[in-house]
């Protein structure tokens, strides 16, 4: 199966891992990883201010904190996978990476906000579950 592990660096992000570990006939086996963390977008203000290089750089060191500990963990536990980063809003850069790799499951953390936060902040995961057709696994 191949999956989309939607991934920020939180505790949750550790907790979908430790998940994807413990079932391994959902990632095990034939099944590959896809896993993607998403950089928030800088204001254009940011870009004039300290360059367009600064920020990318910036941003590719802040993914790479997220994203070289998973890779050191799936190899560890000898998992298929490849991971990249992306700029933009996660809901819908998690959403475009799904169905770019064809993905059959999303697995992700929740933060679980509740209904409060998610008035007000919105939700990663309200935001991917609305817009996509495959399973979507919630870790919290």
């Known amino acids: 199966m191949k999956i989309l592990l ?3 660096g939180s505790s949750y992000t550790k907790k979908a891992l430790a998940f ?3 079932n391994p006939e959902i ?5 590959h990883v896809v896993v993607i963390n998403v950089q ?3 204001p254009p ?3 004039s201010m300290v360059g367009a290089a600064a920020v990318q750089d910036y941003q590719r060191e802040e993914a790479e904190k997220v994203l070289r500990p998973i890779e050191k963990f799936l190899q560890r536990h000898e998992i298929a996978y490849t991971a990249r980063w992306v700029v933009g809003n996660p809901g819908v850069e998690i959403v475009k990476a799904a169905k770019k790799d064809k993905a059959q499951m999303i ?3 929740t933060h679980g906000h509740g209904i409060l936060g998610r008035a007000i902040l919105g939700s990663v995961a309200q935001n991917v579950l609305t817009q996509i057709e495959i399973p979507v696994l919630l870790v919290k």
Not at 27 to 31: C, F, L, N, S, T
């Open 6 to 8: 939607a991934a920020d």
């Open 45 to 47: 203000r940011v870009k």
């Open 20 to 22: 994807l570990v413990t």
């Open 107 to 109: 697995v992700m953390g």
């Open 40 to 42: 928030p977008a800088m």
């Open 27 to 31: 990632a095990g086996g034939e099944g």
